[in-house]
Antibody
Framework: EGQLVESGGAVVQPGGSLRLSCAAS????????MYWVRQAPGKGLEWVSL????????YYADSVKGRFTISRDNSKNSLYLQMNSLRKDDTALYYC????????????WGQGTTVTVSS | EIVMTQSPATLSLSPGERATLSCRAS??????VAWYQQKPGQPTRLLIY???SRATAIPARFSGSGSGTEFTLTISSLQSEDFAVYYC??????????FGGGTKVEIK
């Protein structure tokens, strides 16, 4: 069914930048839409961004639009999230997830990588 | 933006009991709903998609129903491993994709 492993989380100051990565294995990466979802401490799930199979289309939550950029490298089976102008409310566990082929759910999730924005 | 409202926030039940979790959408979303289970230290797991289709390897005790604005996840007989937090998510009208606030199923 596949596996996703996120990396790149760190402690960063407000206004700073960070790039998250997600390594995919066990499925044909370039067949699927991919997602970033985050979870602030003690809170629920929040969709951040999605990118279609070839990177031709991407979408963002209003809370990150203009600051975050999603991308993928299908030759490396990898998904990325470039995060700029970080704010304290971006502090969260960031998950990457794989979209289903025939429905809108997310059927494989990683364990997440932690981003803490603090001075 | 479609708002997904889950109730109750917490459900206290004993093993073997039936769990009924609700999710309400602020607009008609057809059957475009998924349900997820989240447990500490484990990847989030897709349980149900298209409101009532079980995902791969999900036990038959999990079932989903509903359409339009009212959706239900039912666990017919709670097992110890089912105590977790459950989220609904709509994918009918996006962006944004939206999740409910979650229901925690805890041991009574």
């Amino acid at each position: 069914e596949g596996q996703l492993v996120e990396s790149g989380g760190a402690v960063v100051q407000p206004g700073g930048s960070l790039r998250l990565s997600c390594a995919a294995s066990g499925f044909t990466f370039d067949d699927y839409t991919m997602y970033w979802v985050r979870q602030a401490p003690g809170k629920g799930l929040e969709w951040v961004s999605l990118i279609d199979w070839d990177g031709g289309s991407s979408y963002y939550a209003d809370s990150v639009k203009g600051r975050f950029t999603i991308s993928r490298d299908n030759s490396k089976n990898s998904l990325y999230l470039q995060m700029n102008s970080l704010r304290k409310d971006d502090t969260a566990l960031y998950y990457c997830a794989k979209g289903q082929s025939s429905a809108g759910g997310m059927d494989v999730w990683g364990q997440g990588t932690t981003v803490t924005v603090s001075s | 933006e479609i708002v997904m409202t889950q109730s109750p926030a917490t459900l206290s039940l004993s093993p073997g009991e039936r769990a009924t979790l609700s999710c309400r959408a602020s607009q008609n979303i057809g059957s475009n709903v998924a349900w997820y289970q989240q447990k500490p230290g484990q990847p989030t797991r897709l349980l149900i998609y298209d409101a009532s289709s079980r995902a791969t390897a999900i036990p038959a005790r999990f079932s989903g129903s509903g359409s339009g604005t009212e959706f239900t996840l039912t666990i017919s007989s709670l097992q110890s491993e089912d105590f977790a937090v459950y989220y609904c998510q709509q994918y009918n009208t996006w962006p944004p994709l939206t999740f409910g606030g979650g229901t925690k199923v805890e041991i009574k």
